[in-house]
């Protein structure tokens, strides 16, 4: 191929023999040809255009413009995600867009991370069994429930409340997989995983509606320009539901984000190998009991107090939900609705006699 920095010497020199052939043919030369199929310019085209970003849409999850266009209108996917130290790091919690922390047997947490867009998600877990508190904030986010198995309360409350679920006792290998690297030194529930794509695959596969009937604010997202800040300071949270786990969250300024702590460091998604962090904190104090085994929680969802923690300060507040299906809400202390900053959130559930224990810095 002739390059361009050549093209006026060579036509210069052959431009009688160009017009010549020119005429006799009424066709472009050869020449001419081997220049034009220099594509430099189209090429560089096409690699502009691949490099616009994608429009992202609204996300009810956060209230901000970071959803993909797949993702509008569908449902979310909540996933069971063990906590006890001995499985950690978890896998994709920093990625989503909600997490959700109760306490269950033996002085333990759990958590539902609910993803807008579970595409985005990666790998997800290690996933761990379903309770039926968590079973019943699913169901009022209308989420696609996904869980290794479950107490006897959790598989009644998702028969009870037609929640959609996705279970690694029924479908095991085939949408959710075992890590084998992490056997040696794991017990076998801290190494059961899933990812995207396999519950793309099981969405798919099992026939399960995506399309969603809501488009509300999970949460009264703030519309001002200027942030929710409040007078009372929070750099340092610390929240203990029990003598054995205390969550922290430490506020970074450069971020004006809360990187989550437990078991006295930081908690950490192994996709990224970084620290969590989220920009609104609710701790959410609620009554706690034994269901009628002896072993397992009942945290009552009805309603109780708490505090909203966001961009270094603190807010006491209301909360309440009600049956499986009612949403929580949150409210200040006038009764309003409360207004909540954009951002993803951790929400949670810490028994109410142990309130005293939240040390706020």
């Not at 084998?180 to 099992?206: D, M, P, Q, Y």
Request: proline residues 2%.
């Amino acid at each position: 191929m002739i390059k361009k920095a050549n093209l006026t010497r060579i036509l210069s020199a052959g431009v009688a023999l160009s017009l010549m052939f020119s005429l006799a043919s009424c066709k472009k030369t050869s020449l001419i040809a081997d220049v034009s199929d220099d594509d430099t310019t189209s090429e560089a085209t096409v690699t502009e255009e691949e490099k616009q970003p994608e429009k992202l849409s609204y996300n009810i999850y956060t209230g901000e413009y970071d959803l993909s266009k797949d993702a509008v209108g569908k449902r979310p996917v909540a996933v069971m995600i063990n906590n006890i130290k001995a499985s950690l790091p978890q896998r994709g919690i920093g990625s989503a867009d909600i997490v959700y922390e109760m306490p269950v047997e033996g002085g333990f947490t759990r958590l539902m991370a609910v993803f807008a867009d579970y595409k985005k998600a990666g790998t997800i877990g290690s996933v761990r069994s379903a309770r039926h508190d968590f079973v019943e904030m699913a169901d009022s986010l209308n989420a696609i429930f996904v869980h290794w198995g479950g107490s006897d309360y959790a598989y009644s409350s998702i028969r009870n409340n037609g929640v959609t679920d996705i279970d690694g006792m029924a479908y095991g290998e085939t949408y959710f997989y075992t890590d084998n690297a992490l056997r040696s030194t794991k017990a076998i529930e801290h190494c059961r995983f899933t990812t995207s794509e396999l519950i793309g695959k099981a969405v798919g596969k099992l026939g399960i509606k995506e399309d969603s009937s809501s488009d509300s604010d999970i949460f009264n997202f703030n519309k001002n320009v200027e942030v929710i800040s409040y007078l009372d300071s929070a750099l340092n949270v610390s929240v203990k539901f029990s003598g054995d786990v205390t969550a922290t969250f430490t506020y970074d300024d450069s971020t004006q984000k809360y990187i989550k702590g437990e078991y006295g460091a930081n908690q950490m998604d192994a996709n990224t190998n970084t620290p969590v962090s989220v920009s609104n904190v609710f701790i959410l104090y609620a009554g706690v009991s034994y269901l009628s085994d002896g072993v397992h929680k009942d945290v009552d969802l009805s309603a109780g107090t708490g505090y909203y923690v966001t961009r270094g300060s603190y807010y006491a507040i209301t909360w309440q939900k009600g049956n499986a299906s009612q949403s929580l809400k949150l409210y200040d202390q006038n009764g309003n609705e409360l207004n909540v900053n954009t951002g993803n959130s951790w929400v949670m559930f810490v028994p109410k006699n142990m309130s005293a224990s939240t040390v706020i810095e």
